[in-house]
């Protein structure tokens, strides 16, 4: 799923001056998807008619809050134009238009084990003051847990990642090693 699918509906939010309410019900269905891992292959599911879309549509709607007419719109043509599967895309891809709106930079750390939010705000505040965070810019933390890279971290910001991992370190050794050998 591309930006441009998102795009139609963050000008629409724009140009009535709704991208915080708009933003706020996208945020909303984004985390029934996080929450129902189900949802995305009900709307897949070829055999939906009409009368379950509008049903879909209606439920979608009660879990967005109180969504304005961009959202109602927005929900109605993906019924009308079987593009409920791509509702899922579409939120994550509006969540990173209203991020860059707002002047985040998203700071994905990885590590083995979930860490501590002291070591969360340590690393916002380490990273905050670094080349990598231009001024004016805000991080957002999201931290993921990944136990392939056995310890030590993974730091991405922007296009940038930095690998303290303990699988990558390892790596690193097994090449020196066959390489001499």
């Known amino acids: ?11 629409a939010a724009a140009k009535s001056s709704a991208l915080d309410p708009t933003a706020k019900s996208i945020e909303a269905l ?13 709307l897949a599911a070829p055999s939906l008619t009409v009368d379950d879309k509008k049903q879909i549509v209606a439920e979608l709607q009660k879990h967005a809050g ?13 019924a009308e134009n079987n593009r409920l599967n791509a509702l899922e ?3 994550e891809k509006f969540a990173q238009l209203m991020s860059a709106h707002r002047g985040e930079v998203e700071l994905v750390v990885t590590s083995a084990v979930p860490l501590e939010q002291k070591v969360l705000r ?8 670094s080349k ?20 030590g ?3 991405e910001i922007g296009d940038r990642t930095i690998d303290l991992s303990v699988a990558a370190k390892m790596s ?10």
């Open 122 to 129: 340590q690393l916002e505040a380490a990273i905050g003051k």
């Open 132 to 151: 990598y965070v231009e001024q004016g810019q805000k991080l957002k933390v999201v931290p993921k847990v990944n136990p392939e890279i056995r310890g």
């Open 30 to 42: 984004n985390a029934v998807f996080k929450k129902d891992a189900k949802l995305p292959l009900v």
């Open 172 to 181: 690193r050794m097994n090449k020196l090693l066959q390489d001499t050998l």
């Open 89 to 91: 895309g579409v939120c």
């Open 1 to 11: 799923m591309n930006a441009n699918k998102a795009a139609p509906q963050y000008t």
């Open 66 to 78: 109180q969504p304005n007419d961009v959202v109602k719109n927005f929900l109605a043509t993906l």
């Open 153 to 155: 971290l993974v730091v």
